[in-house]
């Protein structure tokens, strides 16, 4: 089986593939009648379409820890990284939460407002993503759909692609990443330290485009039946991997004191999972969504008209079609930012908080922050998590050089603001005073002749 999730729209649309093949087959024999050339078969992609009762099947009996209610005297989960573990997949999941007061005071942010990052690139592959990683493989393998030595074949904008890669390495997997263009070489080195194979996709492909990312992987997996595309966009085990962990972390490190919650949406596995399981144990949760300028999927859909489908630089969140995966009915706010904002929020957060993020992290604070701007009355005594997806690991050529940044046309904001000296500038300009007042010292000595004393100070002035 080439798809491990055969549903009713794939094969409905297949079906209807086939008659129209049928037809253009028959049509190219008569070439006396008008007919549309013959095309090689194409591979059908799955109909995503944002969540569906079929999704809803899957996920429900899949859930390991459903809690209605939530108590504090649970015991605590004991910390892995306090003692010797079997394997890196056992460093997935447990990330930390971060109290962003420096951030609040640099922002303006009442003091009022306890924000907090949990911080999903503590997890061992670098982001929220290994959790997804490894919920797909091992949902599969319980299944046996899949066992080791078989092809997992994935379409990815990286961070799944690591998650993937990481559970192949040490369970015994090949993978192959498809992966468009647009995302950075850090991510594919890194999938392809940890063995996989990775093929590039054209950026601008539409998702369904012969030439997509997720095209091209259905296409390779129909190629064996050992290979496997677990499909992110619609395998339950990738908001299941946030119910049953991301969310239940959070409400234990917070004791259950979460008022509002905000991240940024890729496929909308996090959002879905984490948003669904703290609004069934804490109902008053406010659930806000960040999506890239470009991306189309905020509601209202007019949120999405400025610059719709038009490109943008942060990698790993926004999407033109609506992953089954996300469920929207779960989100309360949606927040719009552009790439400018999200770079200079993430280089905020690296620079007052030591918070060594990725750009959408940026997106997500630089949402919350227009979301708490907006609604800052009733914030104050509440807290607002926000959720830090990946690191700067993925992007050291992309966002964190100045030169990148200037090429894209984005602004540079490291350093002291303009007209400020910097902690260096202010020590070397006392250091030059003082051999200056030296050379002048030997002037008034007669060690040196005005023009060595006039080049040394030309020298210095260099
Ligand atoms: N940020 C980054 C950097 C990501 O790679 C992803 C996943 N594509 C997300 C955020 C969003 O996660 P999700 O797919 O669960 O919406």
Redo the contacts with the bound molecule.
Sequence with gaps: MALLCTRAHVTNRLVALGKRQTWARAASAMPDVEHEPWSPPRTPVPDYDGWDAQLEADFLPRRSTHSKSYHQSRPPVSNPRAGIVDSVLDLVGQTPMIRLTRLSKELGISDEIDLIAKCEFFNAGG???DR?GLRMVEEAEKDKRIKPGDTLIEP?????GIGLSLAGAVKGYNVVITMPMKMSEEKMNTMKALGAEIIRTPTEAAWDAPDSHITVAAELAEASPNAHVLD?YLNAG?PLA?YDGTAEEMLRQTGGEIDVVV?????????T?VGRKLKEVLPHVKVVAVDPVGSILAVPDNLNDYKRLEGYQV???GYDFI?T??DRNIIDSWVKIDDDKAFDMARKMIRHEGLMV????GS?MAGAYEYIKEHEAELKGKRVVILC??SIR?YMSKFLADEWMEEHDLPSRFGPADGEESPAESLMSKVREKKMSGLKGALDMGWLSQSEYEAACAALEK
């Design positions: 982001s929220v993503k997804v990815t904008s990286g961070n799944t992110q990738n946030h991240m940024a949406a890729g496929t909308g596995g996090t959002v999972g990698e790993g969140i992953p995966v996300l990725g750009g959408s992290s997500c997806a990946d993925n």
